[in-house]
């Protein structure tokens, strides 16, 4: 005798099949965040604000340290003496417009006050200080808003010497004033004046002595 299929198990039977195989296609996962999170959503990268966030390079990585490459300045030119200039104050600076290229050092000028009006070399007469035996033989190079310093420094019976000393930075010039901002070899910022006129730039690094340099 045949027995008679009841219509709800077979109802249930398909339903169960129909889940069964939607399960198992392809493309179907479950994305929700597993207990160690993350999901389908990747990790940001460069750290959090926790641990620092994004790692900004410092005055001596990056483009900046590209200013104190040796290999940027070739530092020539003459081995440069202090003379001492028997003066109150130096001459007033007039600013003007640097223009770019490569000055090497002609001139290093030190204003002391004394008795005698001569222009001195070994400090001698008038009783200001004697100028000192430093020599110095060094470069300047402007392109656009940047400036390279290369200097070899040594002293009068010695030889200057072989490695440089380098910085490098930005400059911006407002009346006759020049401000200069190193970014290598470390950062710091000063404002002095300066003159510059034709081939010729006058520094005025302190209060009292000025450098002279010309354009190649």
Do not use: W
Not at 98 to 123: H, M
């Amino acid at each position: 005798m045949n027995r008679r299929r009841d219509p709800r198990r077979r109802s249930l039977l398909a339903t169960l099949a129909s889940l069964s195989i939607a399960l198992a296609a392809p493309g179907c996962s479950d994305d929700r965040p597993g207990a160690t999170g993350g999901g389908s959503v990747p990790p940001p990268s460069g750290g959090g604000a926790r641990d620092g966030g994004a790692v900004t390079p410092g005055p001596d990585g990056g483009p900046a340290a590209d200013l104190c490459d040796p290999a940027a300045i070739e530092v020539d030119g003459e081995d440069v003496a202090e003379i001492v200039v028997r003066a109150e104050t130096p001459p007033d600076p007039l600013g003007g417009a640097i223009e770019p290229g490569t000055y090497v050092l002609t001139e290093v000028t030190r204003f002391a006050a004394g008795d005698d009006v001569r222009d001195d070399e070994d400090g001698g007469g008038g009783g200001g200080p004697a100028a000192s035996d430093k020599l110095t033989r060094k470069s300047l190079v402007v392109a656009g808003d940047t400036y390279r310093f290369g200097e070899r420094a040594g002293t009068v019976g010695g030889d200057v010497a072989a490695t440089p000393a380098l910085s490098g930075g930005t400059f911006e010039a407002g009346g006759t004033s020049v401000t200069l901002t190193d970014s290598c070899p470390t950062v710091v910022a000063r404002t002095i004046g300066y003159t510059a006129v034709g081939a010729t730039l006058s520094l005025y690094t302190t209060k009292d002595r000025r450098e002279t340099y010309v354009r190649r």
